[in-house]
């Protein structure tokens, strides 16, 4: 997991969001509902600014691929 700590437009600290975004927005076992959807995690969470939600839901996690190379 690489997310950036700030977002990179408005400089708000978008970081720590991620992880709790991540266990809202994903179904605990295989065929379950998540607990909710991404538009109303991102606004539990209080993120409302387009910038900011941009930085969330753009993030990839490419960390386990790029590991074996490092």
Request: charged fraction near 25%.
């Amino acid at each position: 997991m690489i997310i950036p700590v700030r977002c990179f437009s408005c400089g708000r600290v978008v970081g720590s969001v991620y992880s709790e975004y991540l266990r809202l927005t994903t179904a605990e076992r295989p065929g379950e509902k998540p607990q909710m959807a991404t538009k109303d995690a991102l606004d539990h969470l209080g993120v409302k600014r387009y910038c900011c939600r941009r930085m969330i839901l753009s993030q990839v996690d490419i960390i386990d691929e790029v590991m074996p190379f490092g």
